[in-house]
């Protein structure tokens, strides 16, 4: 991993690392297979999981510790899209069919996020070797559970999760020295602005809720 974490090149005076690069654009491919409901997606985030656990491990603790949830819901997610995919036989297209979650839904995924940002930060604050920065890594880590949470149960609002996620995540990365990863969240921007339109529409045009009440 060590080689992974050597420079590339440099971009706007930004040094760029392997790792963040080569992580990232996994990533932004994972995010485009997730737009197009392949069951890809969930392989391709687990490498690029493992591939920025080791470009931030030591440096951005709240951001390493959102690898390994990515690495853990993309286990979770590839079980369950495989699990729960349309059937052809049954009018399906192969592919999960994308829905609106519920409101109780999606009361449980705020107060989650709300309740579950507080505890971790305030576990980070009283363990200050594992984040210099314990609010903006707890949010990030927290958010992403809930983010991969839902696109792993086919709800169209994981893709406001990212959005809120990637808020922070994007300053975070640029004042860290992560630039790569500023750079690409850009086009993860546009990427996600698509995908939520493509599975809005998809869930407003008679997709069957497949998801819909199946245990978690």
């Known amino acids: 991993m060590n080689g992974l974490n050597s420079e590339a090149f440099v971009l706007f005076d930004q040094h760029i690392l392997w790792s963040d690069m080569i992580g990232n654009v996994l990533g932004l491919i994972a995010l485009a297979l997730g737009w197009r409901r392949s069951l890809w997606t969930w392989p391709v985030q687990f490498l690029s999981g493992l591939i920025l656990f080791g470009a931030f491990f030591g440096h951005l603790t709240g951001s390493a510790g959102k690898q390994t949830v990515v690495m853990a819901v993309a286990l979770y997610g590839w079980w369950q899209w495989n699990r729960m995919k349309g059937r052809a036989e049954d009018g399906g297209d192969g592919q999960i069919a994308p829905r609106f979650a519920t409101w109780r839904e999606r009361g449980a995924m705020v107060a989650a996020a709300a309740v579950g940002t507080v505890a971790v930060a305030l576990l980070f604050k009283a363990?200050?070797?594992?984040?210099?920065?314990?609010?903006?890594?707890?949010?990030?880590?927290?958010g992403t559970i809930v983010a991969m949470y839902a696109q792993a149960r086919g709800m169209?609002?994981?893709?406001?999760?990212?959005?809120?996620?990637?808020?922070?995540?994007?300053?975070?990365?640029?004042?860290?020295?992560?630039?790569?990863?500023?750079f690409v969240y850009?086009?993860?921007?546009?990427?996600?602005?698509?995908g939520m339109r493509d599975w809005w529409l998809r869930s407003r045009n008679g997709a069957r809720p497949i998801l819909e009440g199946a245990p978690v």
């Open 127 to 142: 363990y200050p070797t594992l984040s210099w920065d314990p609010w903006p890594d707890a949010y990030i880590f927290v």
């Open 156 to 182: 169209v609002e994981f893709w406001f999760a990212w959005l809120l996620v990637d808020l922070v995540g994007v300053p975070l990365n640029f004042a860290n020295g992560y630039a790569f990863s500023g």
């Open 186 to 194: 850009v086009i993860y921007g546009a990427l996600v602005l698509w």
